[in-house]
């Protein structure tokens, strides 16, 4: 007998939320490996989850210091709030400061945790699994039976259940995925995606890098490098931070030589206008982001082996004076820069943390 494709909505409440990761990344692997290429019916009525990113989490749910749904959120003196680990690790490297105000902190111990907001963060997450469950449901449903998901929606649907997930849940989940083949999947529906789809793959693939660092290698060498650089010319934002957190796990790996291979085949036209986009994102992106753009600038002159103008070169090391300059009052920055001169060095490998 076939296995029912359709999950009723009545059920959902009985599946425990490690149960149904378990059952919809095996329908997404499966469905995803297939690569099944017949047009889906949506439905009718339902959420339309097809190119949505994480900036659907509500920000206050989101820890500055992190970039992560809170846990165990904790609300201080400045009303600012923040992951606990993260601002005792703040506190505890001696800043006596709020990380986003700048104000001082007059009080130096970690307040209680914020059990009002961990409650709406629970209960937002519940009724995000409600809503991620019903559509898939209902798509599944109008399947027919074959071609039930369509690629991009795979990429959508599995990038939306990552984020109901706590940091070690989404590791695990990662991990199973990898071991069923995801990876060759999620680079081809970059390759081949289109827009949307790379603003959700680029950030699983970086997700799948810190999962298993040996996926480094493998993407570098099966990604599509000028599909890739191209995006850095990109007018959406979150697409180019996208492109250079993906470019920054790719360029930085653990030797020059592993990393010079990630070149091969990209003509020096190619390259420079890649340092031209970066360039200009550099006088965009976030003030922490700058140095890390910095010395993608420089890494690709090092390994590329080509003349880059001076403007570029100056810009870079411009970007990375301030930063380290900033680094000298600033923990964090002090972190990001130990971090980025280490890559720049050919020593560190960046989702390994240090």
């Known amino acids: 007998m076939k296995e029912t494709t359709t999950l009723k909505t009545n059920m959902l ?15 997404i692997t499966k469905a995803a490996l297939e690569q099944e290429t017949e047009e889906v019916v949506l439905p009718a009525q339902g959420v339309d989850y097809v190119g949505r990113t ?7 749910f989101i820890c500055p210091l992190t970039g992560l749904i809170f846990e165990d959120p904790v609300t201080l003196e400045t009303g600012q709030t923040f ?87 989404r590791k695990a989940a990662l991990v199973q995925l990898l071991s069923l083949g995801i990876l060759q999947f999620l680079i081809e529906r970059f390759n081949r ?54 470019l920054t796990e790719l360029i930085c790996l653990n030797r020059r030589k592993d990393a010079k291979f990630f070149f091969k085949g990209l003509h020096k036209d190619n390259i420079v206008k890649a340092m031209h986009d970066l360039q200009t994102y550099l006088q965009d992106c976030p003030c922490e982001q700058k140095i890390m753009v910095a010395v993608l600038l420089l890494h690709f002159n090092l390994l590329a082996e080509t003349d880059m103008p001076s403007t570029y070169r100056d810009d870079a090391v411009d970007a990375m004076t301030l930063a380290l300059e900033r680094s000298l009052s600033d923990g964090r920055s002090r972190e990001i820069c130990c971090k980025a001169l280490l890559i720049l060095g050919g020593y560190f490998s960046f989702s390994d943390g240090g």
């Open 193 to 246: 995606g289109n827009a949307r789809e790379k603003i959700c793959v680029s950030v699983l693939l970086c997700s799948c890098i810190e999962a298993d660092t040996n996926c480094r290698n493998v993407v570098a060498r099966n990604v599509d490098k000028i599909r890739l650089l191209n995006l850095l010319q990109r007018a959406e934002l979150v697409l180019r931070r996208n492109t250079f957190l993906l």
């Open 13 to 27: 409440d009985s599946f425990a939320p490690a149960d149904l990761t378990k059952f919809i990344f095996s329908r």
């Open 54 to 60: 994480s900036t659907n989490i509500p920000q206050e």
């Open 83 to 169: 992951e606990r680990a993260s601002i005792k690790s703040w506190i505890s490297k001696g800043n006596r400061t709020c990380p986003v105000t700048r104000r001082s902190l007059e009080c130096q111990n970690v307040p209680c945790s914020n059990f009002i907001l961990k409650r709406v963060i629970t209960n937002w997450k519940s009724e995000h699994w409600r809503q991620l469950l019903a559509y898939f449901s209902k798509l599944a449903g109008n399947s027919g039976g074959h071609g039930w998901l369509k690629n991009e929606i795979a990429v959508s649907v599995l990038e939306q259940l990552l984020i109901a997930l706590n940091q070690d849940q």
